[in-house]
């Protein structure tokens, strides 16, 4: 550890005899799938609750999960996509006039103000109890919010990824939307599954509950069935599905498959550009070429997305 301070606030958030935790993530704008969250949650003996980042973009409801969130007093973590909707604060950002950044500009216009200034202070790491065995919880992990935190990662990345995080703790990390568990040295890693957006097949909403037992926190997944059907609809009545374009249609398919989309859809619109001789890393694309790579996109044989397995990317 550097002189520097830790990247999260010194105090732990949660009172010290906090035994039972839930913690939700990816919510991506699905309130139906939060309620159903919450409402479980209410059930289950839990002491503490907490929302590991990715609140908006992906489904309809931006401007009610934060809502909820705020109204609820549920302390957050920030995810990349509330990273993305900051960059929309300058006006003259390029974003604004590029089609795959539609359903994120469509988030910024509707959250109101207190959302945004609620919004911008959602700190990138929490560390909710403290003790023998430390609780922390980061989007994807401290101090980067995309790194990919995975069955892949090998020894070098654990060292680092551990080495400035309190002895014996728990990470709870989120951002690849399939729940995993992973221990090293004493260290423990547990992945959320997505709240409102699951990529593992499964559509039921996913949260964890962790409980502190002798030997540290033991995590639980759980999977809630809530109304997919009537999500989808609101979805695809909403402005957002208007304004999003292809990429909010493409969100409306991992909402009802539970799979990836979005990832092989913009590797094809890569390959398609370098095929019209353009920059084959380009990652700024107008309505129509959106539209035109849609129209060529296989829908029938997207892969499996798995982000544990080898050679998984994204
Ligand atoms: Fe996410």
Not at 259 to 271: E, G, N, T
Not at 304 to 312: C, H, V
Request: glycine share 6%.
């Amino acid at each position: 550890m550097s002189t520097k301070d830790p990247p999260w606030p010194g105090e732990p958030l949660f009172p010290a005899n906090t035994s039972a935790v839930a913690i939700l993530s990816d919510v991506h704008g699905n309130i139906r799938a939060l309620d159903a969250i919450l409402d479980d949650i209410a059930e289950q003996g839990i002491d503490a609750v907490a929302c590991n980042g990715d609140l908006i973009t992906s489904s309809a409801h931006a401007s009610q999960v934060v809502a909820r969130l705020m109204a609820q007093g549920i302390p957050c973590t920030r995810g990349n996509h509330e990273r993305y909707l900051r960059e929309l604060d300058d006006p003259t950002h390029p974003k604004w006039g590029q089609a795959n950044w539609a359903p994120t500009c469509h988030d910024y216009r509707v959250l109101d103000a207190r959302q945004h200034a609620w919004l911008r202070r959602l700190p990138d790491t929490l560390l909710l109890c403290d003790g023998e065995y430390p609780l922390l919880m980061s989007h994807a992990a401290p101090g980067n919010d995309c790194v990919r935190v995975c069955a892949q990662n090998k020894e070098p990345f654990w060292r680092d990824l551990f080495a400035p995080l309190p002895r014996g703790c728990t990470l709870v990390g989120s951002h690849l939307h399939w729940f995993w568990r992973y221990s090293w040295h004493g260290y423990q890693f547990v992945r959320t599954p997505s709240a409102g957006l699951p990529l593992d097949g499964d559509t039921r909403a996913g949260y964890v509950i962790l409980r502190r037992g002798p030997e540290g926190w033991q995590a639980e997944q759980r999977r809630i069935p809530y109304d997919v059907e009537a999500e989808l609809a609101a979805f695809r009545a909403s402005d957002y599905y208007r304004e999003g374009g292809v990429v909010a249609h493409l969100f409306w398919e991992e909402l009802r498959t539970a799979r990836s989309w979005v990832l092989p859809f913009f590797a094809h619109a890569r390959k398609c550009a370098l095929e019209q001789a353009a920059d084959p890393n380009v990652t700024a694309f107008d309505r129509e070429q959106l539209q035109a790579a849609y129209r060529t996109f296989d829908r029938t044989r997207y892969p499996e997305y798995n982000p544990d397995a080898p050679g998984a990317s994204g």
